[in-house]
């Protein structure tokens, strides 16, 4: 068993040695993990080669994926330098587990909700009370995705609305068929057609690359997403994670994601 | 004696060769299973939700098997005849879904079954539609787990005498007399061993689910999908059903493994030492 720990420790020894970089030379190319939520997937793609051609040798590699998904990675040790989450709540999963310092999340953009439909509108919804026809199949996210729990706000907002008639949220939660993993899932069963209706955020109504259709939320009932961004705590890169928020913050970020169906923080 | 000592650092070091690979399986499992505390484990199993994904899975998953034996047993059968022209094509068709990524099965059967799918229009003629519902996950999980099953039961019609066959042609059986009273009674073995496997497999499957049957708790939700969606909110729920998976693997696979040597190949087995 001595011999066996011995050979083992050589095999690791040569593993670990032949992984350690040398010297590493000045102005070394550096990649930046971006964790965003996956809503944000279009806007900070476009944002990337601005960014990337005004810092010289820095690459943006994105992690886009459900907040939730994320902030758990966070937790479990990934490494990352920036966190874009969709939500608060899974943003303090990030700042509980020791990676994003309690002061440093900031809003940087908002979203709301909006209605899809498939293109030809099968189902003939006009309305958001039509949403209770039953045997319509809409489709959410679940309740741990960001948008999954705000699409259950608006519904809870719903149910005080009188012209929406009573029990509003049951008899919508009562046609829902699946509940996804995030909200690019939603979308994708909506635009398939496989779904008569799903709710998703309007930036990811206006990036949809098939011809969906939309039914509007009213303010009153709509909910306010509040995006935080954050430096990671332990990142390596910390002054180029700073330049990114501060990048996503500026006119010129702010513009693309209003391109993209954000809206700006008042 | 020196040459005997010097054989037994070699003996050793080989031995020793296999402890990495060994603690890259060993020491996730052993994670798993620290992971979480009877008490955590008695109350998990309570939540509704967790007890309709493991329901949903053993439902689902027996099905699969079930359809898998009905329309895998034929094909199987095909393959075991070498002969046919169209056996190569044939073969590696049967392969095909076991090394595509789950996903892309997903997608392709989104897009053959689902509503605005290649026969949509004349499933919803039928007035059926599959996407959303439990006959979607048996579909997910047939497409993915059946080759497992025709190719195991492939090998145990191959292995029967051809003469034995014939002799039966002679004494005036039909095929399907041949198939019922010499074919099956002899293999047995393989066809439960095939069955085991697309059973395991079928109960782990995920990707091809999702996307094809989505994710509602009780009608689609699996165990696999639980733990993916519950993974974020409640690490105990995960931990939970992953223990369950993983014990259900292991019976089965121990199962086949049983039959394997007892009654398919009891005279090759050989020590490794």
């Given at each position: 068993?001595?011999?066996?720990?011995?050979?083992?420790?050589?095999?690791?020894?040569?593993?670990?040695?032949?992984?350690?970089?040398?010297?590493?030379?000045?102005?070394?190319?550096?990649?930046?993990?971006?964790?965003?939520?996956?809503?944000?997937?279009?806007?900070?793609?476009?944002?990337?080669?601005?960014?990337?051609?005004?810092?010289?040798?820095?690459?943006?590699?994105?992690?886009?994926?459900?907040?939730?998904?994320?902030?758990?990675?966070?937790?479990?040790?990934?490494?990352?330098?920036?966190?874009?989450?969709?939500?608060?709540?899974?943003?303090?999963?990030?700042?509980?587990?020791?990676?994003?310092?309690?002061?440093?999340?900031?809003?940087?953009?908002?979203?709301?909700?909006?209605?899809?439909?498939?293109?030809?509108?099968?189902?003939?919804?006009?309305?958001?009370?039509?949403?209770?026809?039953?045997?319509?199949?809409?489709?959410?996210?679940?309740?741990?995705?960001?948008?999954?729990?705000?699409?259950?706000?608006?519904?809870?907002?719903?149910?005080?609305?009188?012209?929406?008639?009573?029990?509003?949220?049951?008899?919508?939660?009562?046609?829902?068929?699946?509940?996804?993993?995030?909200?690019?899932?939603?979308?994708?069963k909506v635009s398939l057609g496989e779904a008569d209706a799903g709710i998703v955020y309007t930036s990811d109504a206006a990036s949809a690359t098939g011809e969906i259709l939309q039914i509007?939320?009213?303010?009153?009932?709509?909910?306010?997403?509040?995006?935080?961004?954050?430096?990671?705590?332990?990142?390596?890169?910390?002054?180029?994670?700073?330049?990114?928020?501060?990048?996503?913050?500026?006119?010129?970020?702010?513009?693309?994601?209003?391109?993209?169906?954000?809206?700006?923080?008042? | 004696?020196?040459?005997?000592?010097?054989?037994?650092?070699?003996?050793?070091?080989?031995?020793?060769?296999?402890?990495?690979?060994?603690?890259?399986?060993?020491?996730?499992?052993?994670?798993?299973?620290?992971?979480?505390?009877?008490?955590?484990?008695?109350?998990?199993?309570?939540?509704?939700?967790?007890?309709?994904?493991?329901?949903?899975?053993?439902?689902?998953?027996?099905?699969?098997?079930?359809?898998?034996?009905?329309?895998?047993?034929?094909?199987?059968?095909?393959?075991?005849?070498?002969?046919?022209?169209?056996?190569?094509?044939?073969?590696?068709?049967?392969?095909?879904?076991?090394?595509?990524?789950?996903?892309?099965?997903?997608?392709?059967?989104?897009?053959?079954?689902?509503?605005?799918?290649?026969?949509?229009?004349?499933?919803?003629?039928?007035?059926?539609?599959?996407?959303?519902?439990?006959?979607?996950?048996?579909?997910?999980?047939?497409?993915?787990?059946?080759?497992?099953?025709?190719?195991?039961?492939?090998?145990?019609?191959?292995?029967?005498?051809?003469?034995?066959?014939?002799?039966?042609?002679?004494?005036?059986?039909?095929?399907?007399?041949?198939?019922?009273?010499?074919?099956?009674?002899?293999?047995?073995?393989?066809?439960?061993?095939?069955?085991?496997?697309?059973?395991?497999?079928?109960?782990?499957?995920?990707?091809?689910?999702?996307?094809?049957?989505?994710?509602?708790?009780?009608?689609?939700?699996?165990?696999?999908s639980a733990i993916y969606v519950g993974f974020e909110l409640d690490l105990t729920v995960a931990v939970t059903l992953s223990v369950i998976l993983v014990t259900l693997s292991f019976i089965?696979?121990?199962?086949?493994?049983?039959?394997?040597?007892?009654?398919?190949?009891?005279?090759?087995?050989?020590?490794?030492?």
């Amino acid at each position: 068993m001595k011999k066996a720990f011995l050979f083992v420790s050589v095999f690791v020894l040569l593993l670990s040695s032949a992984c350690t970089p040398g010297a590493a030379p000045e102005r070394s190319p550096v990649t930046l993990n971006i964790l965003a939520a996956a809503s944000l997937t279009e806007a900070f793609q476009e944002m990337a080669p601005a960014f990337e051609a005004a810092h010289a040798g820095v690459t943006l590699q994105f992690n886009f994926a459900g907040s939730q998904q994320l902030a758990q990675q966070l937790a479990n040790g990934a490494p990352a330098d920036v966190f874009a989450s969709a939500n608060k709540k899974q943003m303090d999963v990030a700042v509980e587990a020791g990676r994003v310092a309690a002061d440093a999340p900031a809003s940087f953009v908002q979203n709301r909700l909006v209605i899809v439909l498939p293109p030809n509108n099968p189902a003939g919804i006009t309305a958001l009370a039509d949403l209770t026809e039953p045997g319509l199949k809409i489709v959410l996210a679940a309740k741990e995705v960001p948008v999954g729990q705000y699409a259950l706000d608006f519904l809870a907002k719903a149910d005080a609305d009188a012209s929406l008639g009573s029990g509003y949220s049951t008899r919508v939660l009562a046609n829902v068929v699946s509940y996804e993993e995030n909200v690019k899932a939603v979308l994708t069963k909506v635009s398939l057609g496989e779904a008569d209706a799903g709710i998703v955020y309007t930036s990811d109504a206006a990036s949809a690359t098939g011809e969906i259709l939309q039914i509007e939320i009213p303010d009153g009932l709509n909910v306010i997403a509040q995006y935080p961004i954050a430096v990671v705590q332990d990142s390596a890169n910390s002054d180029l994670a700073r330049a990114f928020v501060d990048w996503v913050q500026s006119s010129e970020g702010q513009k693309v994601l209003e391109k993209y169906g954000f809206l700006p923080v008042k | 004696m020196n040459n005997h000592r010097h054989k037994g650092i070699r003996g050793s070091l080989w031995k020793a060769s296999l402890l990495p690979y060994l603690l890259f399986i060993l020491i996730p499992l052993f994670a798993l299973l620290a992971g979480i505390r009877p008490a955590d484990l008695a109350r998990t199993l309570q939540q509704p939700q967790v007890w309709q994904a493991v329901r949903l899975s053993l439902l689902t998953s027996a099905l699969s098997v079930l359809v898998t034996l009905l329309i895998g047993t034929p094909v199987s059968y095909y393959l075991s005849h070498r002969q046919y022209r169209a056996f190569r094509l044939m073969d590696t068709l049967v392969d095909l879904p076991t090394v595509l990524p789950p996903a892309v099965a997903g997608v392709a059967l989104l897009l053959a079954f689902g509503r605005r799918g290649l026969l949509g229009d004349w499933l919803n003629l039928l007035g059926i539609s599959l996407p959303f519902t439990t006959a979607a996950v048996v579909m997910a999980q047939t497409f993915v787990a059946a080759p497992l099953f025709i190719k195991s039961a492939a090998i145990g019609f191959s292995a029967i005498d051809c003469e034995l066959k014939k002799s039966a042609a002679l004494d005036g059986a039909n095929r399907w007399q041949t198939f019922r009273y010499i074919v099956i009674p002899m293999s047995w073995p393989s066809m439960l061993t095939g069955a085991m496997l697309t059973w395991a497999r079928a109960l782990g499957e995920f990707g091809a689910t999702i996307i094809f049957a989505g994710n509602y708790p009780g009608r689609t939700q699996t165990m696999p999908s639980a733990i993916y969606v519950g993974f974020e909110l409640d690490l105990t729920v995960a931990v939970t059903l992953s223990v369950i998976l993983v014990t259900l693997s292991f019976i089965a696979l121990v199962t086949v493994k049983w039959f394997v040597y007892h009654y398919i190949e009891p005279a090759s087995i050989e020590t490794f030492d």
